[in-house]
């Protein structure tokens, strides 16, 4: 279902390249009666549902086959397996096939069984239930129906599920700290502080009255860049805008120390988030020792190819040379004779 809704979501924004320059979120998803102009630049934003494994149950055969014989020796035994079957060999095309088969069919259940465990890991991460404000009170909701817009409770050691701004926290002053080691490996806790507007609020029913919206920039790969404007609308009162910065944001992946618990209101979801961005899911990793081997793999398999030709050339010209210079001999000897005569 997740990909009929990025179908749809992709049809809803238009090209993406055509995103505004900034993303504007309402708090709560609580659209104010005076905010007309702003709710018309909202875009669809994608869902909170993690994806970091590689295959499925439909694409794993020919992905991975596709995948192991991208490398230069497997491809190679595959081509000599070929060549053995198509020819009269001398030697048994066993030899060849046996020590292929072994290798790929091994190397796949290696690869199934860590992509499994992925599949374990992103099941069990999006099927966690986080506390989440609606309608004045605290509902569990699983991590990947987490909308942008959506305010979260989040408790001492518990990891962020997504990118979210600070709104308050247990500390009076709306002040946490939080340990960013799954991001950037640093042990030490860093300090982030909520906006003075929002930091008196404190229970689910003053944040479900809050009338709000964040207008920050589109998702960056830079962990230290953030930059956007909080607007609290305040009835007759008009707007009051405060800046936002890098102190006010919660990365996904952080955990929450020396904090009973916050309220933020999350901006980016799912592949928007910073430690998506930053975590690049290649096909197939190929260390330095195996991209060498694929080099002089290549060289070798030019020479052999080049010693094929000739050999091939010598096999099917040579006779012909044979031929034309047996012919030329007897018409020399019969010009010869008939010189003789005359």
Same mark, same amino acid.
């Given at each position: ?26 708090? !709560? ?8 102009? $702003? ?11 993690? %994806? ?12 991975? *086959? ?13 081509? #000599? ?8 060999? =001398?030697?048994? =095309? &066993? /030899? ?13 259940? %290696? ?5 499994? #465990? ?41 990891? *962020? =599920? ?26 030490? *806790? ?6 003075? #507007? /929002? ?19 589109? =998702?960056? @790969? ?6 956007? /404007?909080?607007? #609290?609308?305040?009835?007759?009162? !008009? ?13 996904? !992946?952080?955990? &929450? ?12 979801? !799912? ?17 330095? @020792? ?14 052999? *190819?080049? $010693? ?6 010598? %096999? ?27």
């Amino acid at each position: 279902m997740s990909c009929f809704r990025r179908f749809f979501n992709r049809l809803w924004r238009g090209d993406e390249r055509e995103a505004p320059a900034n993303r504007i979120l309402f708090v !709560g998803n609580n659209v104010p009666e005076d905010a007309i102009e $702003e709710e018309d630049k909202v875009r669809v934003f994608p869902d909170n549902e993690i %994806k970091s494994s590689k295959y499925t149950v439909w694409n794993f055969v020919p992905k991975n *086959l596709f995948e192991q014989f991208r490398r230069v020796s497997s491809f190679y035994f595959l081509c #000599m397996g070929i060549i053995a079957l198509v020819i009269d060999s =001398p030697v048994s =095309p &066993l /030899t060849d096939w046996l020590p292929l088969i072994f290798v790929i069919v091994v190397t796949a259940m %290696k690869q199934g069984y860590e992509d499994i #465990m992925r599949h374990r890991n992103d099941r069990e991460v999006n099927l966690k239930l986080i506390d989440v404000v609606q309608d004045g009170s605290i509902t569990p909701v699983k991590s990947k129906y987490i909308y942008v817009g959506d305010v979260v409770k989040i408790y001492q050691d518990q990891s *962020l =599920p997504c990118d979210v701004v600070l709104l308050s926290s247990s500390n009076d002053q709306g002040k946490c700290y939080l340990t960013t080691a799954n991001l950037d490996g640093e042990t030490n *806790l860093k300090l982030k502080t909520s906006p003075k #507007m /929002t930091c008196h609020l404190s229970t689910p029913e003053q944040l479900d009255n809050l009338r709000a919206h964040i207008e920050c920039q589109q =998702p960056k @790969v830079d962990l230290y860049q953030f930059v956007g /404007t909080f607007a #609290m609308y305040r009835g007759e009162n !008009g707007v009051s805008t405060t800046h936002l910065g890098l102190e006010h944001l919660l990365p996904r !992946g952080a955990r &929450l120390k020396d904090t009973s618990f916050i309220y933020g209101c999350v901006v980016y979801t !799912g592949r928007d988030t910073k430690m998506a961005l930053n975590s690049k899911l290649t096909n197939n990793k190929f260390s330095t @020792v195996e991209k060498s081997l694929n080099s002089f793999l290549v060289v070798f398999l030019g020479v052999l *190819l080049v $010693e094929i030709f000739l050999c091939t050339l010598q %096999k099917h010209l040579i006779p012909h040379v044979g031929i034309l210079r047996s012919r030329f001999k007897l018409n020399q000897n019969a010009f010869n004779h008939l010189d003789s005569k005359i």
